[in-house]
């Protein structure tokens, strides 16, 4: 009996054993398997001409800095602070140009907006062996994330990356730690249930405006700490292909929050509630990133949108010139759907979805029961009710 009871044990030790080894290694292979897709630039040495008294010389390319007007310029790209406390950022040229010149100008804030991210991180994990196993996991978790940013991206974000700290590579390399924080949002808004975010927005446009054009208004409520936001950035884009366009964020986000295009096309972004995500997607800024660059219609967005497989759910409220009204994007990782809303000449969007195609969704519903949603909505309504018709000091000022 006592020797068949060893053969059992025996045998199950060497099962589970080799079950471990299988495990161990099965991990092992997806972490060093995992690709983010580096792009392979070098730094471009750009030349500039330097006059001297009867001579013309060609020198490399520096950031040239006028303290006077608190301004920094690269070969036709500048930055500047400006009297209402924003950091303002002109960048041109193909993806990896814009990258390149948004490093060597503004290396300093880069810094500063990692320290002040990988500080907030460490006062939640302050065990250095535990960071590390987040870094493990997260670059298991992310081991696709190259192939679900556009070549373009990935360009723009490497060229970024070149001016960035070697100070948190125990993280990742620059360009790894750059692409990363681009799914943060995603990341974090799904993990906390959005409790960092709670965004606001609407729209009125025909009878409900004072000039009856299109009227966008909006808030982003994004916290992570005083200091993170410090530096506010509006960046205006000049890329080489698709549009014009100006977005707010902050140094070194190329991922679009709110944004507007040359052909008067609006995109704005509220959370919506979300399963934990099993694995990487494309981070939504990139993908509103990539509709604000790329269309100019309603359709044109929408289209872009089915494109694209995303980490969590989001509300896209997209303003059109050229349409003349609002819509908004309802998308989850399952499904995508383009609500026009209920009511005449306006839309309003907080952080539940309204199509009917969601109505029946369980993480939805439980969304506007346990949420403070939808008396959010029920206020801006309320208050767009009481300021008709609405003009920018009105939208402003809701």
């Known amino acids: 009996m006592h020797k068949t009871i ?3 044990f025996k045998y199950t030790s060497c099962v589970l054993l080799s079950l471990l080894v299988i495990l161990i290694a099965g991990i092992c292979y997806l972490y060093f398997s995992a690709d983010m897709r580096t792009p392979k630039h ?3 040495i750009i030349m500039t001409k330097v006059s001297h008294a009867d001579t013309t010389t060609m020198v ?3 950031v040239l800095y006028n303290d006077t007007l608190d301004l920094r310029y690269y070969d036709g790209n500048f930055l500047r602070h400006s009297e209402s406390g924003l950091w303002e950022l002109f960048v041109k040229g193909d993806a990896f140009q814009r990258g390149e010149a948004i490093g060597k100008l503004s290396s300093d804030l880069l810094h500063y907006q990692e320290k002040v991210f990988v500080d907030q991180i460490r006062e939640i994990v302050p065990s250095d062996s535990y960071l590390k196993f987040l870094r493990f996991f997260i670059v298991l978790f992310n081991r696709h994330l190259g192939e679900n940013v556009l070549e373009e991206y990935r360009d723009e974000i490497y060229g970024i990356s070149l001016s960035c700290t070697h100070e948190y590579d125990f993280i990742g390399t620059p360009y790894e730690r750059q692409l990363n924080y681009h799914s943060a949002h995603d990341l974090g808004h799904a993990m906390q249930d959005y409790m960092l975010v709670g965004c606001s927005s609407f729209a009125t446009w025909g009878t409900q405006s004072a000039d009856s054009s299109l009227l966008i208004g909006r808030n982003f409520d994004f916290y992570v700490g005083d200091a993170f936001a410090e530096n506010k950035q509006v960046a205006f884009y000049t890329p080489d292909q ?20 040359e052909t008067g096309l609006t995109v704005t972004i509220n959370a919506a509630k979300s399963a934990v995500p099993t694995g990487s997607a494309t981070p939504i800024s990139i993908l509103t990133r990539e509709i604000l660059q790329y269309a100019s219609t309603i359709d044109e967005a929408f289209a872009i949108a089915q494109k694209r497989k995303t980490f ?3 509300s896209i409220l997209i303003g059109s010139s050229k349409d003349g009204k609002a819509a908004i994007i309802e998308k989850s990782p399952e499904k995508t759907v383009l609500f026009k809303g209920k009511e005449a000449d306006r839309l309003i969007c907080t952080n539940h979805y309204q199509s009917e195609e969601f109505s029946k969704d369980e993480r939805n519903m ?26 920018a000091s009105k939208a402003a000022s809701i």
């Open 6 to 8: 060893k053969k059992i």
């Open 242 to 261: 698709g549009y014009k366009f100006a977005s707010v964020g902050w140094p070194g986000m190329i991922g679009v929050l709110s944004g507007m295009n």
């Open 366 to 391: 439980e969304n506007i029961r346990t949420s403070d949603s939808p008396y959010r909505f029920a206020r801006l309504k309320e208050l767009i009710n009481e300021n008709l018709p609405i003009d």
């Open 60 to 62: 490399p390319a520096e």
């Open 312 to 314: 969590v759910s989001e």
């Open 42 to 44: 070098e730094p471009s």
